[in-house]
């Protein structure tokens, strides 16, 4: 079966403009997180979406960051205002009840 | 200070060669730990999860928790080319099947022929 889709692979922007980065969940999954991954750093935990609870935003580094999911499905991450300190590959992963976090290939932002 | 701290590496072994990984951790709350594996330009995947302490094996690989140390270490034996990668541990205060995850900074890996 298909696993966590996300686009673009690559997105190259000139700071000050917006992006918005698109996560496909693995069908029946019911969790969906978002991770930030400088270069050489471990993963940095952004929001994180459960079914139609309330999503936990507390790793956004900013109001420029924000995240919306539609139900079980398709959720998009879109940052306002680009600063060059935005570039990172972005990952997103999902899971549904009592396993783990699926991964997909990350979006590579860069900021010029 | 990080919460999870990872030596970076990179650490070279020749094939063969047992490797050892580790992560120090200061959260006393974190209950669950990972370890993934991550391959140039790809997202990380899952290798091990375990509960607590003790030691669970897999394969080629055994991961250790010593929650009164608060150190956890993921063993590969017999190293081969292909395990060349970057190597994440993960831990959570919850649950995986609800929690955020914290990942260290990751172990650069290269296995040599």
């Known amino acids: 079966g298909a696993g966590v889709s996300q686009s673009p692979s690559n997105k190259v922007t000139e700071k000050g403009k917006d992006v918005e980065l698109r996560c496909d969940p693995i069908?029946?999954?019911?969790?969906l997180y978002w991770y930030r991954q400088r270069l050489g750093q471990g993963l940095e935990f952004l929001i994180y979406f459960q079914g139609n609870s309330a999503p936990d935003k507390s790793g956004l580094p900013s109001d420029r960051f924000s995240a919306e999911r539609t139900g079980e499905s398709v959720s998009t991450l879109t940052i306002q205002r680009t600063q060059q300190e935005d570039s990172a590959v972005y990952l997103c992963?999902?899971?549904?009840?009592?396993?783990?976090?699926?991964f997909g290939p990350g979006t590579r932002l860069t900021v010029l | 200070q990080k919460e999870v701290e990872q030596d970076p590496g990179p650490l070279s072994v020749p094939e063969g060669a047992i490797v050892s990984l580790n992560c120090t951790y200061s959260n006393s709350a974190f209950q669950y730990f990972m370890w993934y594996r991550q391959y140039s330009r790809k997202g990380p995947e899952l290798l091990m999860y375990?509960?607590?302490?003790g030691n669970k094996e897999d394969g080629r690989f055994t991961a250790q928790v010593d929650k009164s140390s608060k150190y956890i270490s993921l063993f590969i034996r017999d190293s081969q080319p292909s395990d060349s990668a970057t190597y994440l541990c993960a831990m959570s205060a919850r649950d995986n099947q609800g929690g955020k995850l914290i990942f260290g900074q990751g172990t650069e890996l290269s296995v040599k022929p």
């Open positions: 992963a999902s899971r549904k009840t009592g396993a783990s976090q699926y």
């Open positions: 375990t509960y607590s302490s």
């Open positions: 069908s029946g999954h019911t969790a």
